[in-house]
Each structure stands twice: as C-alpha cells, then as structure tokens.
C-alpha cells in the first residue's frame, strides 16, 4: 500500500539557519504530495503541495519539488525563524482521488527553532 | 464560524466506558474523514464518509469503533468499551468546493483513557 516516511525527529535550529526535512513516498500511480503543519495548541494545516513530477510547491519561505525520479518530497527553507516550531507531516493522496480519498501521512517531524 | 469544529476538546473517561466525539465540518463540504493521532503512530486514516455512507472504514481498528453522519452533515464517532490504547488525539477533516477540494481539519478531541 501507499506509505510515506519522513526523517525522525526532533529537529533543533538556531534562527536563521537551514532547514531541510526529508520525506520520500511509496505509491501506485502518480499521487499529489503535501506538507502539513501544526503548530502547538493549533490544528493541522496546510503548508504546501504539488500534484505532478516537477512542481514545486512554497508557501511562508518554505518550498518542496516534487521528484518522482528519486519518490522524494524534501521540505526546505533557507532561513528559519522562532515562529516556525512545529511539526510537520508530509503526506499523500493518489490520484485520480477514486476509491479511499485518503490522506497517508509521515509520522511528523518536530522543530524547534531557538533565537 | 467557518472552520471545521469538534467537541468536546478534551474527554477523560474511564476505561470499559463508551465516548461520542462529534465533527461539525465546513457547511456544504461533502467529504468527512476521521484520523486519530497518537504518540508513535502519527496520523493514522479512520474512516471516509462522501455525504452520508462510508465508502472506507477500512482504518477503524476494531469493531469497538463505529462513525455515523446524518443529513450530510454532522458526524459522530462512537468507542464503545474503551482502552487505555484508545488514548489519542481524534481529528476530523472535512473537503468540499467551498475551499478548493482541500481537506479542513478541526481542532481535534483530545480523549485520555484511564
């Protein structure tokens, strides 16, 4: 079955260094990738995602490219800041959305970033 | 309010009790999931409603757990007899055109077995 795996945390960064959160996918056929964040004490939201091989989804300076070459999905941003502590999910849904509708989630990285 | 909400927020109970946690998702949104999110297990697919059946249950780990939706709208999940590894954060998302197909997610019930 579909499944994604994402690097175990827990992630700690000073402000303004490099983030780079690895997540690769297992799936038949071609499906969308996502990333979710949750921020404590506040419920799951989007952050991004793409739905083909080469998109490149970003939003708040993070960004991940969708590459089906290597089933990866690496979340990245180059500058993070106190206020992105979190964690994040990466997940997928197959495509066309038939049948389970499901959303397949990673099992969360968490970050915190220190000033 | 817009979102999708949940309640309650947080339920204590004692273990062999029966719980109800209720979803009320984004007005006019035809897709309803339930997921549960426990330490260790991350986010884990419950069941699938599209209006008022359940076309996937396939995620509803025993027959301890059932989910009911009426009217298209409203949705209930029911643990009967409870266990202490039932202890989880339960999430409910819906996804409809008013929000471009994209799963809402509440805020989540918080359910502790004693």
């Known amino acids: 079955g579909d499944s994604v795996t994402q690097m175990e945390g827990p992630v700690t960064l000073s402000e303004e260094a490099c983030l780079t959160i690895?997540?690769?996918?297992?799936?038949?056929?071609?499906?969308?990738l996502f990333w979710y964040v949750q921020y404590p004490g506040e419920g799951l939201q989007l952050l991004l995602k793409?739905?083909?091989?080469?998109d490149k989804g970003s939003n708040k300076g993070f960004e991940a490219t969708y590459r089906k070459e290597t089933t990866s999905f690496h979340l990245e941003k180059g500058s993070v800041q106190v206020s992105d502590s979190a964690v994040y999910f990466c997940?997928?849904?197959?495509?066309?959305?038939?049948?389970?509708?499901?959303?397949?989630f990673g099992k969360g990285t968490k970050l915190t970033v220190n000033p | 309010g817009a979102g999708v909400s949940q309640s309650p927020s947080n339920k204590v109970t004692e273990k062999g009790k029966d719980v109800e946690l209720r979803c009320d998702p984004i007005?006019?949104?035809?897709?309803l999931y339930w997921y549960r999110q426990s330490l260790g297990q991350g986010l884990e697919f419950l069941i699938y409603?599209?209006?008022?059946?359940?076309?996937?249950k396939s995620g509803l780990p025993s027959d301890r757990f059932s989910a009911e939706r009426t009217g298209g709208s409203v949705s209930t999940l029911t643990i009967q007899r409870t266990q202490q590894e039932d202890s989880a954060v339960y999430l409910c998302?819906?996804?409809?055109?008013?929000?471009?197909?994209?799963?809402?997610f509440g805020p989540g019930t918080r359910l502790t077995v004693l």
């Open positions: 998302a819906s996804r409809g055109m008013a929000g471009g197909w994209q799963e809402h």
């Open positions: 690895n997540c690769t996918y297992t799936a038949t056929g071609y499906p969308s």
């Open positions: 793409a739905t083909k091989a080469d």
């Open positions: 997940a997928l849904t197959p495509l066309p959305r038939g049948g389970s509708e499901k959303l397949v």
């Open positions: 007005s006019g949104h035809t897709a």
């Open positions: 409603f599209q209006g008022n059946s359940a076309p996937d």
